[in-house]
């Protein structure tokens, strides 16, 4: 059974930092690209970034571009998102997800971990 | 990139069909053929319903179904059943190489 569970998330300040994680079980995660989504609290899914099997290839949506990095350690079968320079507008759920088999869109997603930015 | 259209409600009886649009562009849902449907009940996590514009993953019940039309997507449900009251979303791939949403459509069961 695939599983996605994502840890890290809390309170934290405008201007602050956290990691996320994305621990991945159930399928050989090192072979899957993997997408980040958030939604901010009873708003939709807004798409984060994206990274290929490897690590050597992201994507980012423009509005987190320079501010969030995504990267993963297949060793470990672990995803991550580090945010950096958090505003208000960030706090929102953050799920990892596992790119489909038509190489784009996600299929399996975990249950979300809660990021909360304070001004 | 700007989110893709969706109406923000619509509802129906037990049996009925309805149908939800999701309008976007030609650099997401009139240029690829990587359209796909989520359904999300409050509190829970987005499950895929329909890829590539109408594929159905395994387990999902044959009374979701999904089109494309030029620059619209819709997805239709079929037989209206209580536990079908949800969230839904429309993504597609975009030119820019990344993913998009639409806002969301809340389906009531009348």
């Known amino acids: 059974e695939v599983q996605l569970v994502e840890s890290g998330g809390g309170l934290v300040q405008s201007g602050g930092s956290l990691r996320l994680s994305c621990a991945a079980s159930?399928?050989?995660?090192?072979?899957?690209?993997m997408h980040w989504v958030r939604q901010a609290p009873g708003k939709g899914l807004v798409w984060v970034s994206r990274i290929n099997s490897d690590g050597s290839s992201t994507s980012y949506a423009d509005s987190v571009k320079g501010r969030f990095t995504i990267s993963r350690d297949n060793a470990k079968n672990t995803l991550y998102l580090q945010m950096n320079s958090l505003r208000a507008e960030h706090t929102a759920v953050y799920y990892c997800?596992?790119?489909?088999?038509?190489?784009?869109?996600?299929?399996?997603w975990g249950q979300g971990t809660l990021v909360t930015v304070s001004s | 990139q700007s989110a893709l259209t969706q109406p923000a409600s619509v509802s129906g009886s037990p049996g009925q069909s309805i149908t939800i649009s999701c309008t976007g562009t030609?650099?997401?849902?009139?240029?690829?053929?990587?359209v796909s449907w989520y359904q999300q009940h409050p509190g829970k996590a987005p499950k895929l319903m329909i890829s590539?514009?109408?594929k159905r993953p395994s387990g999902v019940s044959n009374r979701f179904s999904g089109s494309k039309s030029g620059n619209t997507a819709s997805l239709t449900i079929s037989g209206l059943q209580a536990e079908d009251e949800a969230d839904y979303y429309c993504s597609s791939y975009t030119s820019s190489s990344t993913l998009v949403f639409g806002g969301g459509t809340k389906l009531t069961v009348l």
């Open positions: 997800a596992r790119m489909g088999e038509d190489g784009v869109s996600p299929d399996y």
């Open positions: 159930g399928f050989t995660f090192s072979i899957y690209w």
């Open positions: 590539d514009v109408s």
């Open positions: 030609s650099s997401d849902v009139g240029g690829y053929n990587y």
